[in-house]
Nanobody, 121 residues
């Protein structure tokens, strides 16, 4: 059974940084791309970033470009999202998912439970 467990969320002031982690189990981690999505209250879930199984390729949503970095450690079965220069509009529940190297959420087949990120102004 595939499990994804996010951690690292919390409350941070605008301009601050957070690093989210997502620990995976139940499948050969390095074979699959990983993605981060987020959902703010009252809004649709939004693509943030994705990374290939090897970690050699990444792709970012417009809101993440230049501020967020996705990375992975296949030895630890963990994917990370380093978020810098956080803004109040980054406030959301952040989810990791495993599946294809894409921004299309329907092509991810397993999801974590999410971790709350709140950015105060």
């Amino acid at each position: 059974q595939v499990q994804l467990v996010e951690s690292g969320g919390g409350l941070v002031q605008a301009g601050g940084s957070l690093r989210l982690s997502c620990a995976a189990s139940g499948r050969t981690f390095s074979r699959y791309s990983m993605g981060w999505f987020r959902q703010a209250p009252g809004k649709d879930r939004e693509f943030v970033a994705t990374i290939t199984g090897s970690g050699g390729n990444t792709y970012y949503g417009d809101s993440a470009k230049g501020r967020f970095t996705i990375s992975r450690d296949n030895a630890k079965n963990t994917v990370y999202l380093q978020m810098n220069n956080l803004k109040p509009e980054d406030t959301a529940v952040y989810y990791c998912a495993t599946g294809a190297f894409t921004w299309v959420e329907d092509l991810y087949d397993y999801w974590g439970q999410g971790t709350q990120v709140t950015v105060s102004s």
